[in-house]
């Protein structure tokens, strides 16, 4: 590694990472076990393997698989597939998906109970200029909260997945068996909706494999800044989608760009777009307004809102607004009440727009073509197929049929029950780590659990992970490494929940 601090700044965040580890660490009094006594030796290989995790990790973000650019697919897939040998997986290979290929592989230790892993390594496009140092770089860099790496895919997932990676290599150093059999899939097309990760299912060796499952996680970043953590019980689904209108399929306006003096002449695509999209939502954009899209929409349960009650009391809804740059709540709606609307609703969003000239000054052009890209968030029990049949019939029935409609991806939504393994373990994990968390319906975000909770496999499966990082598809993405504040775990103390949870897994009823 190239970076450094002042010795004086290094051994503030090295005792603060001791202090996290300290913390983070089993409470004191608990009886030792063979798994505990197993458990420090892993510890100490941990803290071994640190620089090559870390060296791992900027090797990785120094290679984006982006989809959307179909930019280094097959040296995206062969990196997965040399990380996943290197990590102790057998018989990695490539699946053929349609698309971006996936990975698959089998860590067989001879165990009672097998989980299943979901890795993604893709990531989000990105804009250099944006970043305050080179995305792919992987730099390392002093936070308020601790060391840190910046880079595209810090956080979001290739930090935790390398956390997760770091477990399994300080497994087979300190010569210890793993006490679940695992088995890795891993996906290229996740930040473009996973349009063909179902596919994965058709392959015999991977349903076999994932049949045996009793559950799978994602490894996350599972904190917030304060310390503490949430456990979700699902997580929204989504369609993402462009619409685009064009004089040449309208049948009006113009076929290419021309002269804006012809406005009062000639009838404009653009705006013919702005219609549409204004019919799509009502109350400023906040409620959608598709015809027929609340009917599948389950209402929260009761527990579903005892679950955001406590969730509002252990949350900061003053970290939460200083975090996403907010002031207030859609309807000014008081904390609580914007929770339940968050894991509740079903959103239709616009992510961008694109029409005519865009660069310094103007340019008076009448565009011919525009182009909205939209992410619809979808809830229990709503579905990709019946909501993207729903709008298309929308825009049919309002006279915008000529408006393309260009699916690129999505999935449903996912559930999974509170007294799952999966779930259970996390919570167990958690309390033996001295991490406050709270259990919340399901994330607002969405990630293609409906391979795994849905048809042919029906498995409970979730996100899990100890550690803090931001700035998901955003410039400046970073993870923390060595934490200095002792709620806060590091990248040491992340791979050990992974190996707890593992323990867990093997052993929870």
Known sequence: MTDSVASTDRRNLLKGAAASAALLAPAAGLAQTGRDSDREAIRRAVDAGYEDSVRRLREWIALPTIAAEQR????????????????????????????????????????????????????????????????????????Q????????????????????????????????????????????????????????????????????????????????????????LGAKGIIELELVASGERWGRGPRRDIHSSLKAQVDSPVWHLVEALKTLTRDHGNTPAIDGWFERVRPLTERERSLIAEAARTRSEDE??????????IDD????????????????????????????????????????????????????????????????????????????????????????????????????SNVTYSLFPRNAGSWPGFVFTGPPLNKPAGQFGLGYGSGAHAPDEFMILESTNPRVAGFREAAMGYVDFLYEMATIR
């Open 72 to 143: 280094n697919v097959q040296e995206g897939a062969a990196l997965m597939a040399r990380l996943a040998t290197d990590a102790g997986f057998s018989g990695v290979r490539t699946v053929p998906t349609g698309g971006v290929p996936a990975v698959f592989g089998v860590l067989d230790a001879g165990a009672r109970r097998t989980v299943g892993i979901y890795f993604m390594y893709d990531v989000k496009q990105f804009d250099p200029a944006e970043w305050a140092s080179p995305p792919l770089e992987g730099q390392l860099f002093d936070h």
């Open 145 to 232: 909260l601790g060391r840190a790496i910046r880079g595209r895919g810090a956080t979001n997932q290739k930090g935790p997945e390398t956390a997760f990676l770091a477990a399994l290599h300080a497994f087979r150093a300190a010569n210890k068996r793993l006490p679940v059999n695992l088995v890795l899939l891993a996906e290229g097309e996740e930040e473009i909706g996973s349009p063909n990760f179902i596919n994965t299912m058709r392959d015999p060796e991977v349903l076999a494999a994932m049949r045996r499952v009793d559950g799978v996680i994602i490894p996350s970043n599972g904190q917030t800044p304060n310390g503490n953590a949430n456990i979700a």
């Open 320 to 329: 939460a607004k200083r975090s996403l740059g907010v002031q207030r709540w």
């Open 333 to 432: 709606l008081p904390w609580r009440e914007s929770l339940e609307r968050l894991a509740s609703q079903p959103t239709v969003n616009i992510e961008g727009l694109v029409a005519g000239y865009t660069g310094p000054g103007g340019k008076t052009i009448l565009p011919a073509r525009g182009v909205a890209k939209l992410d619809l968030r979808l809830v229990p029990n709503m579905t990709r197929a019946d909501s993207e049949a729903k709008l298309r019939a929308h825009l049919q029935s309002r006279g915008f049929g000529d408006i393309e409609v260009n699916v690129s991806g999505g999935y449903d939504p996912t559930e999974t029950a509170e007294d799952s393994r999966v779930i259970r373990a996390q919570q167990a994990v958690f309390t033996r």
